[in-house]
């Protein structure tokens, strides 16, 4: 039986980066069960510009509202709400590839998976893509608590590279499997930016193992 997949995208402020998202993840070659853009506090241009696209799209589009402004409420509201069996997230300002849901879906397929992550890459306001970031390791946490990412604007080349098992992923392209992760940390404020650090060894500690993608790219 397939396995059912929930997009969460928090968003503020960026209505017109939202809809460009919205719209690569309904050129999927799989295709979403369910998209959830959580609009925040008093920001009713994404909550317009979500709705706006509701019917046009080859999916079901959700739109909810979380008061308190922040990455992690917005999650929480999004993942509380999600129906699939897996959970996907992605940075407002991304655009998916088309074969991004079915490449992540693919690792579930080993039980053993847990999470799945791949890389980004950035681009300057000119169009012109940020210089590329060769530096290893990827998504590594010391025993003394440093975290080492090196998750963005990877070489071309490393595209080819066999995924490997990792500590740590980044949220602008991840996925989990929703029995591993019931919610996201809510007191790492202000360090909001590690809720998907958190995630991950909620991962790890059910026994699950954490995968990182080089091919996966947004």
């Known amino acids: 039986m397939p396995l059912a997949t929930s997009i969460l995208i928090p968003s503020f402020r960026r209505p017109e980066r939202v809809t460009r998202c919205l719209e690569s993840l309904g050129s999927q070659t799989t295709l979403p069960d369910e998209v959830i853009v959580v609009w925040?506090?008093?920001?009713?241009?994404?909550?317009?510009?979500?709705?706006?696209?509701?019917?046009?799209?080859?999916?079901?589009?959700?739109?909810?509202?979380?008061?308190?402004?922040g990455v992690v409420p917005a999650?929480?509201?999004?993942?509380?709400?999600?129906?699939?069996?897996i959970v996907l997230l992605i940075d407002d300002d991304a655009t998916a590839p088309e074969d991004w849901i079915e490449?992540?879906?693919?690792?579930?397929?080993?039980?053993t998976v847990g999470a799945v992550g791949g890389p980004a890459d950035n681009f300057l306001p000119d169009g012109n893509a940020y210089p590329t970031h060769a530096a290893e390791p990827q998504g590594r946490l010391t025993w003394y608590g440093k975290t080492i990412g090196n998750m963005h604007d990877q070489p071309e080349t490393w595209r080819s590279r066999q995924p490997?098992?990792?500590h740590h992923l980044v949220g602008y392209n991840l996925s989990v499997r929703r029995p591993a992760v019931k919610i996201f940390e809510a007191g790492l404020r202000p360090y909001w930016q590690l809720f998907e650090l958190d995630a991950c060894l909620q991962v790890r500690a059910g026994g699950y193992r954490v995968l990182f993608d080089y091919g996966i790219v947004v």
């Open 40 to 69: 925040q506090g008093d920001d009713v241009a994404t909550r317009h510009a979500a709705e706006h696209l509701k019917g046009t799209l080859p999916y079901q589009l959700r739109t909810l509202h979380s008061p308190k402004v």
């Open 75 to 85: 999650e929480n509201t999004a993942v509380q709400a999600a129906s699939g069996d």
């Open 103 to 111: 490449r992540h879906l693919r690792h579930y397929k080993d039980p």
């Open 164 to 166: 490997t098992e990792v």
